[in-house]
C-alpha cells in the first residue's frame, strides 16, 4: 500500500458502511452484497471465435473448469430469493496453468452510478428509516432530481426469473482484450441462458420459499445440466468505456466465446462462503477499462471480505 492509496481504501471503508446501514446489517460473516447465494461447479467451453482477439487462455481451445456462484443482490441474508431485487453471477474460471480469473454479472443491462462517489450518494439515500425500515422515498426522488442522467439506470426492474438459469447477467463495465501481438479492443460480457427466459407470476412469489432459487436450481441439475453462452460485444473505436450507466449501441458485432455447463453443486459451500469473487481478478489477454467504477469494487470487495473473515 502506498500513501497515494489511502483516499481510496477509506473510501471503500466509508461505503461499505453504508452499504451495511443500508441493508440494515452488518450481518456477520456476510457479503455485503449478494449475501444469500450458493455456489455451482461446471465447464466453460471456449468456442475459439476468440481466440484471435484476445491471449486470455480460457478462451482459446481447452475447456476449463469453473465455480459459479448465484445471488440476490441483497447484503441483508434473510431477503427472501423471490423479492424484486437483482441477482448476480459470479464466475471463476480455473485456468490451466493454476491461477483463476473471475467474471461477475448482474441481471441488468447498466449500472446505477457512474463513479463510485455516486454510488455512495445513492447507497446513503437509500438508507432505511429507522422508524419505517423503509428509505425514505423524498430523499430517494431528491437524489434522482440532482443525477438525472441515472433516471433510467436507477428505474430499470429486472423480472423475477422462474430460476438462476433463465435470466440474463450482463457483466456491465468495458473490458479490453489484448492479443499476444498487442492488439487491444474494448469488449463487454453478457451470460445468455440456454433455456426459455420464463418469469415467476405473481401466485408462484406468494406461495415460494425464501431459498426458493437454490433449491429450483438444484432440482434443474437433477434434470441435466444448466447451460449459457458467454457473448461478447466487440467495441469500436468512440464507444465510451469509462462509464458503466451507458450502454453500447445494440448493432455492435458480437461473437458467442464460450459455452458454460454447470452440473452440480459444489460439495464444500462453507468454504465458497470464505471466499470473495473480484471483477479486476483478470488474467493475461483481459485488461481493466478506465471505468472508475470497476477499479473501485477491487478494494470495496476487499473490506467486505475482511470484516467477514474477521467474523464481523
Ligand atoms: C461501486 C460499485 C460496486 C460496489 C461498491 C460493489 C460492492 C460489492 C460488495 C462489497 C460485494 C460483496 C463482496 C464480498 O464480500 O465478497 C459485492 C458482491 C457482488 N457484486 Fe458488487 N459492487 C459494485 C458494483 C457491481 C457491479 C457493476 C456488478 C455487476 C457487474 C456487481 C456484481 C456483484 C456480484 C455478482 C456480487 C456477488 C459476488 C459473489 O457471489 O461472491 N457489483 N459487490
Not at 484471435?52 to 482459446?60: E, I, M, R
Not at 474460471?93 to 455516486?118: C, K, M
Not at 440474463?168 to 482484450?177: E, L, R, V
Request: proline letters at 8%; one cysteine or more.
Amino acid at each position: 500500500m502506498t500513501a497515494h492509496d489511502t483516499p481510496v481504501l477509506s473510501a471503500a471503508t466509508h461505503l461499505i458502511d453504508t452499504m451495511e446501514r443500508m441493508s440494515g446489517g452488518p450481518y456477520p460473516g456476510c457479503r455485503r452484497s449478494g449475501a444469500r447465494g450458493a455456489c455451482f461447479s461446471g465447464t466453460f467451453t471456449p468456442t475459439g471465435a476468440a481466440s484471435a482477439l484476445t491471449a486470455a487462455a480460457h478462451l482459446h481451445d481447452r475447456p476449463v473448469p469453473v465455480t459459479v456462484r448465484f445471488s440476490n443482490s441483497e447484503g441483508n441474508p434473510h431477503t427472501p430469493d423471490t423479492a424484486a431485487v437483482t441477482r448476480g453471477m459470479a464466475t471463476r474460471f480455473h485456468l490451466p496453468d493454476g491461477s483463476d480469473t473471475d467474471l461477475l454479472a448482474i441481471t441488468v443491462p447498466r449500472f446505477v452510478a457512474s463513479t463510485p462517489q455516486e454510488f455512495l450518494g445513492l447507497t446513503d439515500a437509500l438508507r432505511p428509516d429507522p422508524a419505517t425500515g423503509v428509505a425514505d422515498q423524498a430523499r430517494v426522488r431528491e437524489f434522482i432530481a440532482a443525477h438525472p442522467h441515472l433516471a433510467e439506470p436507477i428505474m430499470q426492474h429486472p423480472p423475477i426469473p422462474v430460476s438462476y438459469g433463465t435470466a440474463t447477467y450482463w457483466a456491465i463495465h468495458a473490458f479490453i482484450w489484448v492479443t499476444d501481438g498487442g492488439g487491444r479492443r474494448p469488449v463487454r460480457f453478457r451470460w445468455e441462458p440456454e433455456a426459455r427466459r420464463e418469469e415467476l407470476t405473481d401466485a408462484e412469489i406468494a406461495t415460494s420459499t425464501d431459498d426458493y432459487m437454490t433449491t429450483e436450481f438444484d432440482d434443474r441439475l437433477r434434470r441435466g445440466a444448466v447451460e449459457f453462452t458467454l457473448r461478447v460485444q466487440l467495441g469500436e473505436r468512440d464507444d465510451p468505456t469509462h462509464d458503466p450507466t451507458v450502454a453500447w449501441p445494440d448493432e455492435r458485432r458480437e461473437i458467442v466465446a464460450g459455452r458454460l455447463e454447470l452440473t452440480a453443486p459444489v460439495d464444500d459451500q462453507k468454504y465458497w462462503d470464505t471466499q470473495a469473487f473480484n471483477p479486476t481478478r483478470i488474467t493475461e489477454g483481459i485488461e481493466l477499462s478506465d471505468d472508475p467504477v470497476l477499479k473501485f469494487r477491487a478494494h470495496a470487495y476487499a473490506e467486505s471480505l475482511h470484516r467477514r473473515r474477521a467474523g464481523r
